[in-house]
T-cell receptor, first 113, second 112 residues
Framework: KNQVEQSPQSLIILEGKNCTLQ??????????LRWYKQDTGRGPVSLTI?????NTKSNGRYTATLDADTKQSSLHITASQLSDSASYIC????????????FGSGTRLSIRP | DVKVTQSSRYLVKRTGEKVFLECVQD?????MFWYRQDPGLGLRLIYF???????EKGDIPEGYSVSREKKERFSLILESASTNQTSMYLC???????????FGQGTRLTVV
């Protein structure tokens, strides 16, 4: 069964600290993995995309990693800011199927001053 | 910039009412999607459409129907609203099957 599991479910850290969010998946055949950021009351917005051959990709203070062998991804946030408070959703797509986009349930990140 | 617009941010409807949620995208995307988002369950696909007048059931289509008469517009219909359909509804569009999905701002529907 195609599944995407994220951990932790929620996380609270102090402003300026780093954190890492985890995503494990069993989607097959794998096409790509995206991390989305969803601010409260808004729709998700894509942060990064990882394909099978990519191990690391950065977008400012966000760095995503992918281990296609173990089917794990992480999103590392450096020097957190209050604006990083949001839900972070891991999304895995299967090849050539609009319906095979599997969403994780998200990690709710709260940054405290 | 891609824009996906949902007609309402907040809706309150009574049990048994017929409810229409509208979504419009301005990027000529082929694919459009309707999801619902509930705490702890993430986004679940209700229906998607890959072309005008074409639709496919997602994971939780029961109690919903959709309409896509024009490429830019995808409507979600709750035939007879029930309290368990209280949720956040998100519309999205994309070029192809595994391309980035662009989301609307969401509609928070409360059925009383």
């Amino acid at each position: 069964k195609n599944q995407v599991e994220q951990s932790p479910q929620s996380l609270i850290i102090l402003e300026g600290k780093n954190c890492t969010l985890q995503c494990n998946y069993t989607v097959s055949p794998f096409s790509n993995l995206r991390w989305y950021k969803q601010d409260t009351g808004r729709g998700p917005v894509s942060l990064t995309i990882m394909t099978f051959s990519e191990n690391t990709k950065s977008n400012g203070r966000y760095t995503a990693t992918l281990d296609a062998d173990t089917k794990q991804s992480s999103l590392h946030i450096t020097a957190s800011q209050l604006s990083d408070s949001a839900s972070y959703i891991c999304v895995v797509s299967a090849k050539s199927s609009a319906s095979k986009i599997i969403f994780g349930s998200g990690t709710r990140l709260s940054i405290r001053p | 910039d891609v824009k996906v617009t949902q007609s309402s941010r907040y809706l309150v409807k009574r049990t048994g009412e017929k409810v229409f949620l509208e979504c419009v995208q301005d990027m000529d995307h082929e694919n459009m999607f309707w999801y619902r988002q509930d705490p702890g369950l993430g986004l679940r696909l209700i229906y998607f459409s890959y072309d005008v007048k074409m639709k496919e059931k997602g994971d939780i289509p029961e109690g919903y129907s959709v309409s896509r008469e024009k490429k830019e517009r995808f409507s979600l219909i709750l035939e007879s609203a029930s309290t368990n359909q209280t949720s956040m509804y998100l519309c999205a569009s994309s070029w192809g099957g595994d391309d980035e999905a662009f989301f609307g701002q969401g509609t928070r529907l409360t059925v009383v």
